[in-house]
């Protein structure tokens, strides 16, 4: 395996570019994690209610969500181990650099695995607001009933 000697001096351009864009991603996972626990706060508490019905579509597509992010995740797992570049300085700070972008504080990984928890309290909001809906329809029959 070759070693490579000094460490070039960073230049910027396009790993400037792809930071940018991973960060502005960050910035979009996390405040869809944000708003999927509002949902599910705001169901919580009677927020709203949606039948089965209307129900079906969108926790099918959840659950294939969460389907295809696991088999994502699967497969992502693997950017969490530094890859084996050499034994040189530059090699073992390429290595570090590859695992920190998968697995670091602003990796895919952990992006991931926050849109598993958006899909999560989506889930959880969706079934919550359909125990509202049998509930107020229980409340209106028996309120008919008497």
Not at 79 to 107: C, I, R
Request: without cysteine; charged residues 20%; proline residues 5%.
């Amino acid at each position: 395996m070759p070693e490579f000697g000094d460490i070039p001096a960073p230049t910027g351009g396009s790993a400037m570019r792809i930071g940018g864009a991973v960060g502005a991603l960050a910035k979009q996972v996390g405040d869809a994690k944000a708003q999927s626990g509002a949902l599910l706060d705001s169901a919580k508490g009677g927020g709203f209610r949606v039948s089965e019905n209307a129900a079906e579509p969108i926790r099918d597509a959840l659950k294939e969500a969460q389907q295809d992010l696991g088999n994502i995740m699967a497969e992502a797992n693997n950017l969490a181990v530094a890859p084996m570049l050499g034994t040189g300085p530059y090699a073992q700070q390429v290595a570090q650099h590859v695992q920190q972008s998968g697995d670091g504080p602003q990796g895919v990984l952990p992006m991931l695995r926050q849109l598993q928890k958006v899909i999560e309290q989506s889930e959880e909001a969706l079934k919550v607001a359909m125990e509202n809906y049998r509930e107020s329809e229980e409340e209106q029959r028996s309120t008919f009933k008497q």
